[in-house]
């Protein structure tokens, strides 16, 4: 009895709820028509989605199946809507329904980030240049290389800069780095072997196959060249015989009837390797400048002496003050005696080695007169040296000569001594004055007695005045004033000051253990000042 009231129950609540659910048939009835089609349910529309909507459901018995619902499009959807599906036709006699239309979704509207204020991770600088599609970047601001600038520019150290003629950089128009284009305008043209577009690019205004290049070596006649590579502003003058526009294009610097004609020392032009007009360089020795001419060195002046490129004049000797000039070609000193003076010239040495020395012909002479000199070398003297000298009074006995001059009637001692002299090296060479004193011409030093010599036979001789003078390659003149002398050590008795009115020699001396090579020419006394 229990179960059979708990199944009535239930049967009871399962009516109760059937007819709750019922449809309002007589509602229904006035608007059903059994062959009409059902309505496509809408599809949905899902925010940022990408799936379409689902069309309508399933018709009812006997009706056309119904349209699908139009795909939705997403909100800020990157896809379009797909089509609806269609609707599913009833076996019972329904055919199935259209698809819906694909509706396109509209895509959302990022904020570009060319314009966003920001340097993004393709950008080098805010909103420009890296590999974004942004504008280029301009002056100052950060680049990587020449592409992230704009046109006009350059990428340099990192930031877009506008070219220049001096940034070590080839860019703008140039046609070699810092040389070429618009910067040859202002003067910076390349040099041979850089870059060119035309030859006003080039410093050498020839520009051939796109490079710089020197037209000067290439066996044609090119550019402004008169004749085969000479000529014009670029290339060397042309010689002899060659083609002509101007004087310029010639060594000669002489251009007659379009021909270079050969220069001569009459041309009243510089040329050859004349130092002034037809004088000096290739003229000497037929024609050596002029005091105040122009001079590239000493041999070419008459005077045979160049000061800061001008010819300068030499010191005037009055023929009595010459002691040798050496042109007669032999030891003696002049004959007629000069100023009572007497001699000739010797080598003496120290007996440890032998040397070489006579009166010979200066190499290319110095000046127009001088053509003949003392030449001495050797080496290997090792005590106390070597060297030559001459007596001043020694026609037949040696003696002391007085070096003076007649002053107006009054005799004057001498000043000094004047020569030129070089040698094929730096040398040290010793000018010596044996006097009275210190000569046993003077008939001093060579005693024997205990009074003059404080001891018997203890006189010494052959410590004698002197000073000394540095010789270098070039001819010069060196001037030894008698008060600048110094005393060697050593004579007995000691010498008294030193006195020209007893000069016996005057000698040239070199060191010990000297490798030497050395000339003297125009020995004379000097006057005072």
Known sequence: MSISFRLLSTLAVLGSAFWACAPDLDALSSKYNPNAAGKGGSSGSGTGGSLPGTGGGKPETGGTSAVGGTGGGGTGGTEAGAAGQAGQGDTSGGTGGTGGSSTSGTGGSATSSCSNGSADSNETDVDCGGSSKCPRCDVRQHCGSNSDCLDTLFCKNGRCAQPSCSDNVQNGDETGVDCGGSCAIDGFTCEDGLGCTVSRDCTGEFCANQVCTDHCTSDKR???????????????????????????????????????????????????????????????????????????SAADCASYICTSGKCAADITIPAGDVVDDFEDGNNALPIPSLNGRAGGWYFFGDMTSTAAWSITPIDGQRGPSSKMGQHTSGSGFTTWGC???????????????????????????????????????????????????TDAAGGICNKTDATTCGEVDKCVCDHHYLTGVSLGTEWKRYTVLFKDLGLEPGTVPTPGPFDPTRLVSIQFRVNPSTTFDFWVDDVAFVRPQ
């Open 222 to 296: 090119e550019s402004d060249e008169t004749d085969v590579d000479c000529g014009g502003k670029r290339c060397s003058p042309c010689g002899d015989n060659k083609k002509c526009t101007v004087a310029g294009d010639c060594a000669s610097k002489i251009c007659t009837n379009k021909l270079c004609v050969p220069a001569t020392c009459s041309d009243d032009v510089i040329n050859q390797t004349e130092s002034d007009t037809d004088c000096g360089g290739a003229c000497t020795p037929l024609k050596y400048c002029a005091v105040d001419q122009t001079c590239n």
């Open 387 to 437: 060297g030559i000298g001459c007596d001043l009074n020694n026609g037949t006995k040696k003696q002391p000569y007085s070096a003076t001059f007649d002053n107006g009637g009054t005799p004057t001692a001498y000043a000094g001594v004047t020569f030129w002299a070089r040698a094929s090296g730096a040398l040290s060479l010793g000018v010596i004055f044996p006097d009275g004193d």
